[in-house]
């Protein structure tokens, strides 16, 4: 498939109002509009004055331990005819290295089989009690109506105590993932995520570290399994039991069920604290098409559960960007810049951090950064207004207690008070501990851990328009860019020089080789294409037809319904609207488009349509991958850079100045190599093509070209 293609493609899909389109099918009803509803007149110009701190009562938990040192907390609840388990495993986090992500695989295996059933016996045996159960690399939750609480009780203690991984589930969850790297590989916010844990952490620290697809590819089903009999100990565990069961008859499942469970000793770790820099850096990880920034402002905080700082800290976040308070009213409500613009300061017993972030259009990305700072610097010298404060109080007293309305919570609030080694009352005391924070406790605090000064300004977006701007926050004036996975670069080498003999024209021919060379591709005289992608929970099915030596048609639906059809036959071409009964012919640009995908295989043709194509060098990403850049320019100016894998010769990359395309998953079809995979990012959206059928030389007929 081409590159314009798949640009005339997205644009049709991103001008179509889908819902409308479902709403206004034939056969269905139109929407009744609902008579106007009176409503009152406020004074928004007047804040509402603050509701008064609610009066909150915490439910009790009991709790047992059994000989192999496995906590158990147990919450009455008898409203509802359920149970609810919730198992916890309390172990340092682990350097992963190059393997990293075996640990998250391993924890999924742990549902896919014992040594007394296989993955299809416990699904089951789950779903004939109604039940529902997941594991994790920390643990297992599960949860069914009480009459099934043994039978249920008797699945979890089979995987906890004879969990045995094979082969087979492995390498599912292996595809599954891959699958997942592949869907965020264009995903700013999982760029930002991954990058960032490097910055702060380094990638020799388990915060640091990401999975990606090399490593993935390294996990072995010995170092899943070792996993497993290392961490899977009671002494280390701890599981809360929720609902509709007294203690007695808890103690007695659990001893039953739980406790042949043998202990074992799990070393803990300890790891430096990373600290946050030593004065504030800039962090650009380039994306050339991107329209929008995604930008964070983060380091390294020390705040440990249950120090005294804790609750004054939160508050104190809370009242910058902890919900829709000052970052959110400073950079949406006041200035439209974003949807939302938020931070966050979580204790962690290993290392916290503070982070600040929001997504804005790339021309005001360096005032989103500027407020955000102007932010930090107010909370650390202006003392907050009562009023405020008090809101801010009201409204986490208010989160806290409708956090009460699930019983999980008190069984969390159980096992954290048992982790974190918590006074007794640390949660009875709560409230009035919240109710306490002073102003002065807020700006202290705000001195103590929100540090503009010292904070790594990290930007996933476009270079080219956001990255002189960004100097002036950087103390040294220059701005670092890294990779997609957290690797520094200098940009001005990333490009390696091709090597000598090395031409646009050898890299365009090598391409014509990969995919099956000159003689056979001469031998097509017709292409069909199909392709699906699935756009607001709706599958969108493309369809394409070439024929030599200049027809193309493009037809996009869903279904039986045709959104868009367009026609190009020897310099005429149309976009039909068949919803709507329109047709109109195609303008000059769009002519100008259409024409060279009228023609199979185009790159065999660039002398003869005029385009030309300059190698800029050879470029090296992530992984070890090395790339000919090559940018092509059509006849009327339009330019696109072309990435052809060095190894294999094949294209991989197209971009121009409004979008990417990534090409993969190249495929035999009688002799010639097409990608079946196409990823588009286009206008802030990204879009997934599988193709599901190609066939070549159908004799398509002449008809279906024909211009009315």
């Given amino acids: 498939m081409k590159t314009k293609t798949l640009n005339i493609i997205f644009a049709v899909l991103l001008s179509l109002p889908l819902a409308a389109q ?44 059994l000989a192999n040192g496995l906590k158990v907390f147990v919450v009455e609840n008898h409203k509802v005819p359920r149970v609810s388990y919730s198992l916890v495993l309390d172990y340092s986090p682990i350097v992963e290295g190059d393997i990293a992500g075996y640990v998250d695989i391993a924890g999924q295996l742990l549902r896919t089989g014992t040594t007394t059933k296989s993955k299809d016996q416990i699904d089951e045996a789950v779903d004939f009690i109604g039940a529902s159960l997941n594991t994790t690399a920390e643990g297992l939750n599960a949860s069914c109506l009480t009459k099934h609480n043994e039978e249920l009780l008797s699945i979890m203690s089979d995987i906890i105590l004879n969990a045995s991984f094979k082969s087979e589930e492995l390498e599912k969850i292996r595809t599954q993932t891959l699958s997942g790297l592949e869907a ?14 490097k910055l702060l952490f380094s990638s020799m620290h388990p915060y640091g570290e990401s999975m990606n697809e090399e490593s993935v590819k390294k996990v072995t089903l010995d170092k899943c399994s070792e996993f497993y009999k290392t961490y899977f100990k009671p002494n280390i565990a701890y599981l809360a039991i929720v609902g509709d069961i007294t203690l007695p008859e808890a103690k007695l499942l659990v001893e039953k069920y739980l406790s042949s ?44 559960p249950g120090t005294p700082d804790v ?47 929001a997504e804005v259009r790339n021309p005001v990305t360096d005032s989103a950064v500027e407020q955000i700072l102007y932010e930090m610097n107010r909370i650390r010298t202006e003392p907050v207004p009562n009023d405020e404060l008090t809101m801010v109080k009201n409204f986490m007293m208010g989160n806290f207690g409708r956090s009460l309305e699930n019983p999980q919570t008190v069984a969390d609030f159980a096992i954290n008070t048992a982790r974190y080694n918590l006074p007794k009352d640390y949660y009875a005391n709560y409230l009035t501990n919240l109710s306490a924070v002073s102003a002065s406790d807020v700006q202290t605090m705000a001195q103590k851990y929100i540090r503009p000064d010292n904070a790594y300004i990290l930007v996933v977006g476009k270079g080219d328009d956001i990255a002189s701007k960004l100097k002036r926050f950087s103390k040294s004036g220059d701005v670092q860019y890294y990779d997609v996975q957290g690797n520094w670069y200098d940009p001005s080498i990333k490009i390696k020089p091709a090597p000598a003999g090395v031409t646009a024209e050898t890299v365009l021919n090598g391409y014509i080789n990969a995919i099956g ?18 756009m607001q929970g709706m599958t969108i099915n493309l369809d394409m037809y070439s024929a030599i030596p200049d027809k193309f048609l493009l037809q996009v639906g869903s279904g039986a319904m045709v959104f868009a059809k367009q026609i190009y036959n020897a310099g005429k071409g149309v976009s039909i609207s068949p919803m709507n009964g329109e047709t109109k012919p195609m303008e000059a640009e769009e002519l100008e488009n259409f024409k060279d995908q009228a023609i199979v295989f185009s790159e065999m043709h660039f002398a003869e349509l005029g385009y030309k194509s300059n190698l800029l060098g050879i470029e090296e990403e992530a992984g070890g991958k090395s790339f ?12 696109s850079t072309d ?18 395309v990534e090409l993969d998953d190249y495929r035999d079809v009688n002799g010639i190599k097409f990608p079946y995979a196409m990823n588009q990012s286009m206008a802030g959206q990204s879009f997934k093509f599988a193709v599901t059928d190609i066939a070549i030389n159908t004799k398509l007929k002449a008809e279906m070209f024909e211009i009315k």
Avoid: C
């Fill in 517 to 534: 060379g000159a003689k056979k591709l001469k031998k097509v005289k017709d292409v069909t294409i199909h392709a699906a992608a699935t």
């Fill in 311 to 357: 609750i004054k800290a939160k508050v104190t976040n809370s009242i910058l960007g902890g919900g829709t308070f000052r970052l959110f009213n400073n950079l949406r409500e006041k200035h439209g810049w974003t949807y939302g613009a938020y931070s966050s300061l979580t204790p962690d017993r290993i290392i916290s951090k503070f982070d600040a972030t």
């Fill in 22 to 65: 479902v709403k206004n099918k034939p056969g269905t009803k139109k929407a009744v509009t609902p008579a106007p509803v009176v409503k009152e007149i406020l004074d928004r110009s007047k804040r509402p004055e603050p509701a008064p701190a609610p009066v909150i009562k915490i439910g009790d938990y009991q709790s047992f331990e």
């Fill in 184 to 197: 965020e590989k264009n995903e700013p916010k999982a760029i930002s995520a991954r990058v960032k844990g």
């Fill in 261 to 304: 469970w043998q202990k074992g000793e799990v070393l803990t770790v300890n790891y430096p604290s990373p600290k946050a820099p030593a004065k504030t850096t800039v962090a650009l990880v380039d994306r050339p098409n991107a329209v929008q920034t995604t930008l964070s402002i983060s380091y390294p905080v020390d705040l440990k």
């Fill in 628 to 639: 000919y850049k090559l940018e092509v320019i059509t006849p009327s100016g339009q330019k």
């Fill in 643 to 660: 990435y052809f894998d060095v190894t294999t010769g094949l294209k991989m990359k197209v971009e121009t100045k409004d979008n990417v």
